[in-house]
């Protein structure tokens, strides 16, 4: 699932192979840096969390630039998602940072020209200097065609709305809890 694209694959991979300080199944931020993934730069964003009501965007890829239409660069994600999908974000989020694991959300929207399209979007944590998730990295890219349809049984939504949600075990686990959506475990990094 984690290989929806050719950007998501470099970067799982890359992502994968870096170093993880001594017991901890995640990276350190500064291990990362998004110059040694160039093919897939245009796909991969980078957010930081600041606290319950601040995921900041720190990068991002012209891929979702472009399907928004909007550079979100510098931009909270919980402002740009309706009323509706704030909660659940921040609980997904917190489960990301809590129970160290990676995330792939797909959603549906429309950009700022109401054009709808839908997107999948990853997340991978990396760890702040003092040992806990306060970065993701990730790839965005939008769904279409016969992919769209095989996956979701049709190819035009109108809202907002969140389709499908799943957690990765990267050697940690993945959360429990029955609200936070589908969980599946097939993703082990390297050691």
């Not at 990765?168 to 969980?183: Q, R, W």
Request: proline fraction near 6%; include cysteine.
């Amino acid at each position: 699932m984690l290989r929806h694209s050719k950007a998501t694959q470099d970067l799982v991979r890359f992502w994968l192979n870096l170093p993880r300080p001594e017991g901890q199944v995640c990276p350190k931020r500064s291990d990362f840096s998004s110059a040694q993934i160039n093919g897939a730069l245009p796909e991969v964003f980078l957010s930081e969390w600041y606290s319950e009501d601040v995921l900041a965007i720190v990068q991002a890829g012209t891929v979702l630039d472009r399907l928004l239409g909007l550079d979100i660069t510098g931009h909270n994600i919980f402002d740009i998602l309706p009323e509706e999908l704030k909660e659940p974000e921040r609980i997904y989020y917190r489960a990301l940072r809590d129970q160290p694991c990676a995330g792939l959300i797909t959603r549906s929207a429309n950009n700022l020209r109401g054009k709808p399209f839908v997107y999948r979007t990853i997340q991978l944590p990396l760890l702040d200097p003092f040992g806990k998730v306060h970065y993701f990295v990730g790839t965005g890219a939008a769904l279409e065609g016969k992919q769209l349809e095989q996956e979701f049984g049709q190819t035009n939504f109108k809202s907002i709305r969140l389709l499908e949600r799943r957690f990765f075990d990267i050697g940690a686990g993945v959360p429990g809890d029955d609200k936070l959506g589908e969980t599946i475990l097939d993703f082990q990094p390297h050691r």
